[in-house]
C-alpha cells in the first residue's frame, strides 16, 4: 500500500476561543513530529468556525500555520464535511495522489505521535482508524470520572466512535458518502458508513485524545450531556 502524500487535519470549533489554542497547540506539535520522519508528506490544518460569536477566529488569525473557514450552519455534521471538502480541494492543488484526513474537535488534545502512527496505519492499508478519548480529569467530580471508566474501554478493539479522534482516507469518505450533515453523532454516521462500504479499518486505544468534560456543550445530545449524565 502507498503511503498517503498528503495529511490534512480538520477541526470544527463554535465558540471555542479558550480552549482552541490548546487544541492547536498539540495539532503543531504533531505535524513537527510527522514532518520529522516524512519530510516530503504535504501537512494542512484546517479550522471550520462554525456560527462562532467569541474570539475563535483571532485565534486562527493569530497563527500562520492555520486557514480558517467559515460557516454559519451551527451543525457540526456541516462543519466537519466543509472541512473535508477544503482539506480534498487542498490536495489537489498540492497535487498529491493520496490523502489521509484527521479529524479532531477544538476542546480537545491530540497526542504527538497521532499524525505518525495514521500514516503508519495508512500505509499498512487501513482506510479508517477510530481512536478512543479520555476526559480531562480535573473537568469530573471523582464519581463522574469512575464512571466514565467504567463504562469505556481504551484498548484495541473498542467500540466507541469520537469525532475527536477519527483518521480516514479521502477515498474511503468518498465510498461511504461523507459526514451526514447532522447536529450529533456525524462521527458515528460515517464510522458506520465506512465499515458497511468494506473499509479496511482499526479501532485502537494507542492514540488517546484527552477532550474537555465540560457539561454544556456546543452540540445538544452530544459528548457534554453525556457526561452530564455520568454526574448524574
Do not use: I, K
Request: glycine residues 10%; proline residues 6%; charged residues 20%.
Amino acid at each position: 500500500m502507498t503511503r498517503p502524500d498528503a495529511v490534512a487535519v480538520v477541526v470544527p470549533a463554535r465558540d471555542e476561543e479558550d480552549l482552541l489554542p490548546g487544541c492547536l497547540d498539540a495539532v503543531a506539535a504533531a505535524v513537527d513530529a510527522l514532518r520529522a520522519t516524512h519530510p516530503l508528506v504535504h501537512t494542512q490544518v484546517l479550522v471550520v468556525l462554525d456560527a462562532c460569536r467569541d474570539g475563535s477566529a483571532q485565534v486562527v488569525h493569530d497563527r500562520d500555520d492555520v486557514v480558517a473557514l467559515t460557516t454559519l450552519a451551527g451543525c457540526v455534521g456541516v462543519a466537519r464535511s466543509e472541512g473535508v471538502e477544503a482539506a480534498a480541494a487542498w490536495a489537489a492543488d498540492v497535487g498529491a495522489r493520496s490523502v489521509w484526513v484527521a479529524s479532531t474537535d477544538a476542546d480537545s488534545v491530540v497526542p504527538a505521535h497521532w499524525l505518525t502512527a495514521h500514516l503508519s496505519w495508512a500505509a499498512d492499508g487501513l482506510g479508517l482508524v477510530v481512536g478512543t478519548v479520555e476526559p480531562r480529569p480535573g473537568d469530573l467530580s471523582p464519581a463522574a470520572l469512575s464512571a466514565w471508566h467504567q463504562r469505556h474501554t481504551t484498548a484495541d478493539g473498542h467500540d466507541h466512535v469520537h469525532g475527536a479522534n477519527l483518521g480516514f482516507t479521502l477515498a474511503a469518505y468518498r465510498s461511504a458518502g461523507g459526514f451526514p450533515r447532522l447536529p450529533t453523532h456525524e462521527d458515528v454516521g460515517l464510522v458506520t458508513a465506512m465499515r458497511q462500504a468494506g473499509v479496511p479499518s482499526l479501532a485502537t486505544g494507542s492514540v488517546p485524545v484527552v477532550t474537555s468534560g465540560r457539561r454544556a456543550g456546543r452540540a445538544p445530545g452530544g459528548f457534554a450531556d453525556y457526561l452530564d449524565g455520568l454526574g448524574a
